[in-house]
């Protein structure tokens, strides 16, 4: 409670000096965006409350203040993005509730795992197979995480390597979560909307299944090196077949949630074909699975999977880019904060880059919030150079998306964080976390800007 009060009282200090320095070569609606964006940061830094509040303060802040307009404040709303996070949260709830899910997994485990190391493998492999079928990290996580806890019991393995399990669960939705727009489909939208060009499901995947694959194995090769099991692993297979089979025949609600998976999974696919953005063709699908006859999926309830709390912030955190780029708050920033020539080198800039947003995301914790700050700041920074928009948001997405030393670092990990969740903490984050900072830095300068020169996004 100390530590929010006084994170509470710093946000408002920070704010007030900013407001009445004597700034020289911004606007006075670009000063007090900063000053607003500043005192947001230190908040969200410190948990002052939930991000959702503080970043509904800041919104209101903005209008009231007449830093802009109400629609530039939440411009986020009339683009397909924010619908895309609405659709993907429903459909995430529908494959988890349905029992399919459950059912993939359970199956899979049956069929492959029979050691320490295949279970560890299992979990990247089952994670990116419901990467494509549940577009969010959380509800992925946890349905896994609900299927290994039946094979620690089976196994009978001693808690200490219980927790490497559920550590690793959690551990895999970071880098695994990359490599399909909808992989996360909070964050992987949210970096392409900053950068203000747009990308498809299939135009997601030549840019970032690559580096985001490579991210995957890197991570897993870490995880098997630094978390060795303190016995063999015997799994007990009767007993993941008896909960197979318990799970009965294929549902009737199981089967129409497939179906709508497979439509949903198609027209993600061929979004370059027929036109449509993902964001609708996410929400249609989603409306379409409570319809009657054909849907009977979602019910009334359902909106419940929808978490308001994420919405506010993440139009908050949009709301930094689109405020900050037309009150001149991001370009101020790089020109004041950032070196006043960029690296003419792609590997030095794309290093740079990623210190840059490695520092950032140190202090302030939050991925989106990193990305809303940097973001805007980095682009104006590098468009002397004639550098495409959309490489530098993927390098500062890049850098903080797969990255963490504290589980506060990333909500992936957070969430995940306990004995009632993964079982682990944040001492197994750190002994990751700081080799992980070595992955980051290969696959965004020996992996990405190769691969973006082969296909031209650089």
Same mark, same amino acid.
């Given at each position: 409670?100390?530590?929010?009060?006084?994170?509470f009282?710093l946000g408002?200090?920070?704010?007030v000096?900013?407001?009445?320095?004597?700034l020289?070569g911004?606007?006075?609606?670009?000063?007090t965006c900063?000053?607003?964006?500043? +005192?947001t940061?230190?908040?969200?830094?410190?948990?002052?409350?939930q991000?959702?509040?503080v970043?509904?303060?800041y919104?209101?802040?903005? =209008?009231i203040?007449k830093?802009?307009?109400?629609?530039l404040?939440?411009?986020?709303?009339?683009?397909?993005?924010?619908?895309?996070?609405?659709?993907?949260?429903?459909i995430?709830?529908?494959?988890?509730?349905?029992?399919?899910g459950?059912?993939?997994?359970?199956a899979f485990?049956? *069929?492959?795992?029979?050691?320490y190391k295949?279970?560890?493998?299992?979990?990247?492999?089952?994670?990116? %197979?419901?990467?494509?079928?549940?577009?969010?990290?959380?509800?992925?996580?946890?349905?896994? +995480?609900?299927?290994m806890?039946?094979?620690?019991?089976?196994a009978?393995?001693?808690?200490?390597?219980?927790?490497k399990?559920? &550590?690793?669960? &959690?551990?895999?939705?970071?880098?695994?979560?990359?490599? &399909?727009?909808t992989?996360?489909?909070?964050? $992987?939208?949210? !970096?392409?909307?900053n950068?203000?060009?747009s990308?498809g499901w299939?135009g997601?995947?030549?840019?970032?299944?690559?580096?985001?694959?490579?991210?995957?194995?890197l991570?897993l090769?870490?995880?098997?090196?630094l978390f060795? #099991?303190?016995q063999e692993?015997?799994?007990?297979?009767?007993?993941?077949?008896e909960?197979?089979?318990?799970?009965? #025949?294929?549902?009737?609600?199981? *089967?129409?949630t497939?179906?709508?998976?497979?439509?949903?999974?198609?027209?993600?696919?061929?979004?370059?074909?027929?036109?449509?953005?993902?964001?609708?063709?996410?929400?249609?699908?989603?409306?379409c +699975?409570?319809?009657?006859?054909?849907?009977?999926v979602?019910?009334?309830?359902?909106?419940?999977?929808v978490?308001?709390?994420?919405? %506010?912030f993440?139009?908050?955190?949009?709301a930094?880019?689109?405020?900050?780029g037309?009150?001149g708050? $991001?370009a101020?920033? !790089?020109d004041?904060?950032?070196?006043?020539?960029?690296?003419?080198?792609?590997?030095v800039?794309?290093?740079? %880059?990623?210190?840059?947003?490695?520092?950032?995301?140190? &202090?302030?914790?939050?991925?989106?919030?990193? +990305?809303?700050?940097?973001?805007?700041?980095l682009? !104006?920074?590098?468009? #002397?150079m004639?550098?495409?928009?959309?490489?530098?948001a993927?390098?500062?997405?890049?850098a903080?998306?797969s990255?963490?030393?504290?589980?506060?670092?990333?909500l992936n990990?957070?969430?995940?964080?306990g004995e009632? $969740?993964?079982k682990?903490t944040?001492?197994?984050?750190?002994?990751l976390?700081?080799?992980?900072?070595?992955?980051?830095?290969?696959?965004? =300068?020996?992996i990405?800007?190769p691969?973006?020169?082969i296909?031209?996004?650089?």
């Amino acid at each position: 409670m100390n530590k929010k009060r006084i994170g509470f009282f710093l946000g408002i200090a920070v704010a007030v000096i900013i407001y009445f320095l004597p700034l020289k070569g911004i606007e006075p609606a670009g000063q007090t965006c900063l000053a607003l964006t500043l +005192m947001t940061v230190v908040w969200w830094a410190t948990q002052v409350a939930q991000s959702g509040y503080v970043g509904g303060i800041y919104l209101m802040a903005l =209008v009231i203040f007449k830093v802009a307009e109400p629609a530039l404040v939440f411009k986020s709303w009339i683009g397909p993005t924010m619908f895309l996070i609405i659709g993907a949260y429903l459909i995430a709830g529908a494959v988890k509730d349905s029992g399919l899910g459950e059912r993939i997994a359970y199956a899979f485990i049956n *069929k492959f795992v029979r050691s320490y190391k295949g279970i560890i493998v299992s979990i990247f492999v089952l994670t990116f %197979i419901m990467s494509v079928l549940i577009p969010h990290p959380w509800p992925r996580a946890f349905l896994i +995480m609900s299927v290994m806890a039946v094979v620690i019991q089976s196994a009978k393995m001693p808690k200490e390597d219980a927790v490497k399990i559920g &550590f690793t669960v &959690f551990a895999a939705s970071v880098p695994v979560s990359l490599i &399909f727009l909808t992989g996360d489909s909070t964050i $992987n939208p949210l !970096a392409v909307a900053n950068s203000g060009e747009s990308l498809g499901w299939l135009g997601w995947f030549k840019v970032m299944g690559v580096p985001a694959i490579v991210a995957s194995i890197l991570t897993l090769i870490l995880i098997l090196i630094l978390f060795k #099991p303190t016995q063999e692993v015997h799994i007990n297979l009767d007993e993941i077949h008896e909960k197979q089979k318990a799970l009965g #025949p294929l549902s009737g609600l199981e *089967k129409r949630t497939a179906v709508w998976l497979v439509i949903a999974i198609v027209l993600w696919a061929t979004d370059s074909i027929h036109g449509i953005n993902i964001g609708w063709i996410t929400l249609g699908v989603a409306m379409c +699975m409570s319809m009657p006859v054909v849907g009977e999926v979602l019910t009334p309830k359902s909106w419940g999977q929808v978490p308001v709390h994420v919405l %506010i912030f993440l139009t908050s955190a949009m709301a930094i880019g689109s405020v900050g780029g037309e009150t001149g708050m $991001n370009a101020w920033l !790089a020109d004041t904060i950032l070196p006043s020539t960029v690296p003419s080198n792609l590997f030095v800039l794309a290093a740079f %880059i990623a210190v840059i947003s490695i520092v950032i995301h140190m &202090f302030m914790g939050s991925v989106i919030a990193v +990305m809303g700050v940097a973001i805007p700041a980095l682009m !104006a920074f590098t468009s #002397p150079m004639g550098i495409s928009p959309l490489a530098t948001a993927l390098f500062v997405y890049t850098a903080v998306a797969s990255h963490y030393i504290l589980p506060f670092h990333h909500l992936n990990m957070l969430v995940g964080q306990g004995e009632e $969740n993964g079982k682990y903490t944040q001492k197994e984050c750190i002994r990751l976390g700081i080799p992980l900072i070595a992955v980051v830095f290969i696959v965004t =300068v020996l992996i990405e800007v190769p691969w973006w020169k082969i296909i031209g996004l650089l």
